[in-house]
């Protein structure tokens, strides 16, 4: 605890400069200054029972006694080892009794606008030294502070400031970085806080899941596409598939992805009870984003739909396991509303494509993932995310855009979009829209700007298509079915048709021309 010293009535005080005043501001908060005054010395409790080397004093009077700084040399090399100590003072202070708003860190604060900014200075964790750290990194404020914790770290963990106020800016004590962190967060949450004050509003981020097989390009099209075009990049935030958290797992650093290819029987059931887990874990980390819309590499529904499913026929799930996985996945993605995305966007390839990337990209965990394999989950993927693809005879529901939103969808994408419907859909996600990109062809997105450009005007159109729907959510429900098109039998022989009507081509569910075949079939 430090001391306030009284001031010495001296022709010191006369040749003294007088501390710049401190004007307000709107950005900082009232006497929250921090830092040693050059009007009243800080001399810590030890300084009391031994008195430092500078402190000399003719004669051993009262005022002595006192640790009055009795030269004005003595007075600058006093506030100069104050501040040295500050630092550590001040990263107690935050985290332990002293804290930010204590009479002892008002009154230090005062004499500090003299020799820096008094506004950086009224942060926990920040004394001089620090502050000129700050200064020099281009932080020379509060505001952009809070604008770095914004662009970089807002939604994520703590840490990660933490980590970059000690790497980047050479704060060296951790406490007093996160003391800084923890600062600047409530600042910014505040601020959150007052803007949003209407309810309506509250819904305004989107989450769009990415979908595809293994190697369709999910990783190329979130960095190359999503994070480096004009279109997107202030748009998305992107949130790439947990694959670190299964290779690295506890202090024994297990790797659950690698132990799944190796013996898939024996952890086929642990590997998908982790993957959801750590989605669940990924959707709250991301939660809180600033940017309207956010990209999630895939999802709790393509675990279910696609993988659950390949490893159950697979005889690595068995009956017991998978009713263990059903009867808990139903009640916690009820529970759980953010795990539900606002649209898809399936990355369609074929099983051999993704094969040959595959064999281009070599993770070591997926040496043994066979092309019979791909196969596999390319036929769950597109019964799951393109219903003309079903099996069998009997009722498909083929689910097109209602008609009252034609208008609203880019003529680029117009036949690109699906609504999820079916039996076996997970009723939390029925009529979820989807889009699909074809990603067939191998492209060099640094060559090939164009293209690039092109998926992600596509990305952008689906985003202003799903969100016009999601405002006009209301008037669509109570229209009921009637804006949505009829049911399609698909008989034995696999071919579509209408009760009166002709068979619609079969070649034509093999193409992304599928929704435009059929939407000139039904105006016949």
Known sequence: MHR??????S???AAAAPARPLLPSSRMPALRLAGPSLSACSVPSTARLHPLPWLRCGGGGAVARRGLCCSAEAARRGDVAAGEGEEEEEGRGSRGGG????PERRQRGRGDAATGSGELLAIPGVGPRNQRKLVEKGFD?????KQLYRDKFFGKSDEKMVEFLQSSVGIIHKNHAESITLFIKESVDEEVKDTDTSKPCRRKRLTFCVEGNISVGKS???QRIANETIELRDLVEIVPEPVAKWQDIGPDHFNILDAFYAEPQRYAYTFQNYVFVTRVMQERESSSGIKPLRLMERSVFSDRMVFVRAVHEAKWMNEMEISIYDSWFDPVVSSLPGLVPDGFIYLRASPDTCHKRMMVRKRSEEGGVSLDYLQGLHEKHESWLLPSKGQGSGLLSVSQVPIHMEGSLHPEIRDRVFFLEGDHMHSSIQKVPALILDCENDI???KDIEAKRQYARQVA???EFVKKKNEALPAETSDGDKSMSP??????RGDLWFPGGSPLPKSALGSLEFRRAMSSFLSK
């Open 220 to 222: 190329t099209f979130l």
């Open 461 to 463: 159109e689906f985003f």
């Open 141 to 145: 404020g509060v505001a952009p502070l």
């Open 487 to 492: 049911q399609v039998m698909l008989p034995g």
């Open 11 to 13: 022709f010191l005080d």
């Open 99 to 102: 804290g930010r708003n204590s």
């Open 4 to 9: 306030i010293l009284p001031r010495a009535a």
């Open 444 to 446: 060099d997105f640094n």
